[in-house]
T-cell receptor, first 114, second 114 residues
């Protein structure tokens, strides 16, 4: 069974600084998708970024980028130029290409200070 | 461009009562997924439905829980004879097709069982 592990329950960063959130996963499959979701205090789940396993190039969305290391089964999220609005719980998620369910990690709470 | 709609946002039930949670997917989406989030946990998959069909219910508790997605109207997650352990946030997500990677989430329903 696939699992997703986020080893940092909490992280903090100062405004304008860069922070990296870690995620590792375990799977025997070769084709899959990885995601980072943001859950602010409103509890709405917001898709931040996605990565297809077959793509070697790391995905980037504005200030958000990932470091995808397929062999190491690692998928970290880098937030550059952090803003107060980035404060939220961040979840790493996995979905096999043939599957339907998203498998989530337990999340990392990110706090941003001014 | 309405997103995924869920209602009610908050639901309070006494032990033994029934809870009905509704989800209207995004326009053009015919695939619905239900997830449950317990306090301090990530989301856990419950069930995946297409119109009039349950495709994958591997995450659904065997008793008291049921889901449907009728030809007309929203998807319904029903919990009969609720217990305190059912208190959680229940999220619905939708996608336009099974092979589409992203799932778009609604704001969730917070169920409290007293």
């Amino acid at each position: 069974a696939q699992t997703v592990t986020q080893s940092q329950p909490e992280m903090s960063v100062q405004e304008a600084e860069t922070v990296t959130l870690s995620c590792t996963y375990d799977t025997s499959e070769s084709d899959y998708y990885l995601f980072w979701y943001k859950q602010p205090p409103s509890r709405q789940m917001i898709l931040v970024i996605r990565q297809e396993a077959y793509k070697q190039q790391n995905a980037t969305e504005n200030r958000f980028s990932v470091n995808f290391q397929k062999a190491a089964k690692s998928f970290s999220l880098k937030i550059s130029d952090s803003q107060l609005g980035d404060a939220a719980m961040y979840f790493c998620a996995y979905r096999s290409q043939a599957g339907t369910a998203l498998i989530f990690g337990k999340g990392t709470t990110l706090s941003v200070s001014s | 461009n309405a997103g995924v709609m869920q209602n009610p946002r908050h639901l309070v039930r006494r032990r033994g009562q029934e809870a009905r949670l509704r989800c209207s997917p995004m326009k053009g989406h015919s695939h619905v997924y239900w997830y449950r989030q317990l306090p301090e946990e990530g989301l856990k998959f419950m069930v995946y439905l297409q119109k009039e069909n349950i495709i994958d219910e591997s995450g659904m508790p065997k008793e008291r829980f049921s889901a449907e997605f009728p030809k007309e109207g929203p998807s319904i997650l029903r919990i009969q004879q609720v217990v305190r352990g059912d208190s959680a946030a229940y999220f619905c997500a939708s996608s336009p097709g099974r092979l589409m990677a992203e799932q778009y989430f609604g704001p969730g329903t917070r169920l409290t069982v007293t």
